[in-house]
């Protein structure tokens, strides 16, 4: 699909801000960078970007979300979401995304950039597989296979737990004995398929 100029010059610069700050610019940097005469024309331009489908906006001052990561030299792009819970499961609302991080896909395991993102995770339910809260866990939308990580949608609720297949039955498995086995009683979705788990070690006082 073409996009005019105008369009092309505000989807590079919010790739470029985002690239450099880790976050989305405002209506009125883009404004100030790109020289358009009133924040109302940048708005304009981000409702065709959003109809292309290239950004999705959300109802706060840096909500532009670019719905394809961005590949560079220095890495890829990828959407963070707040949280997602390695407990029970909660309602996780993928909309929440509102940071950035860049990584080198083939360090993370990635095959298909574009189909990745990252998930900050909340809960102690998966600290058998090596996974605790606070860490970020790196996803890949991909078909999954039995004994794959992945993050999943049972019965409208999110969690992230270890994909079972056992004599016909499917069901999500926690690496906590403190908790147990998942089985869908309406609906399974597969969101995404872990391949990385990055985590901050804090400095001892």
Do not use: W
Not at 94 to 123: C, D, H, K, M, Y
Not at 171 to 198: C, H
Request: with cysteine; glycine share 6%.
């Amino acid at each position: 699909m073409r996009h005019s100029n105008s369009q092309q010059l505000v989807l590079d610069f919010v790739e470029q801000y985002q690239g450099e700050h880790q976050r989305p610019p405002t209506i009125r940097e883009i404004q100030d960078h790109c020289g358009f005469k009133s924040p109302r024309a940048v708005s304009y331009i981000l409702e065709k970007l959003e109809e292309a489908r290239l950004i999705i906006r959300q109802a706060h001052s840096r909500g532009i979300q670019l719905t394809k990561p961005r590949v560079t030299a220095a890495g890829v792009q990828l959407p963070l979401f707040a949280s997602i819970p390695a407990g029970l499961p909660d309602q996780f609302d993928g909309s929440e995304a509102s940071e950035t991080l860049r990584f080198i896909p083939t360090t993370l395991g990635i095959s298909n950039p574009n189909r990745a993102f990252a998930v900050r995770v909340r809960g102690d339910s998966m600290i058998d597989a090596g996974i605790f809260s606070g860490d970020i866990v790196v996803l890949e939308q991909k078909e999954a296979r039995p004994g794959d990580i992945v993050a999943a949608l049972i019965d409208g609720e999110n969690t992230l737990k270890r994909l079972v297949k056992n004599n016909g039955r499917v069901y999500l498995k926690a690496e906590n004995p403190d908790y147990p086995d998942l089985s869908p009683v309406e609906k399974l979705d597969i969101q995404g398929v872990v391949v990385s788990v990055l985590r901050t070690f804090a400095a001892a006082a």
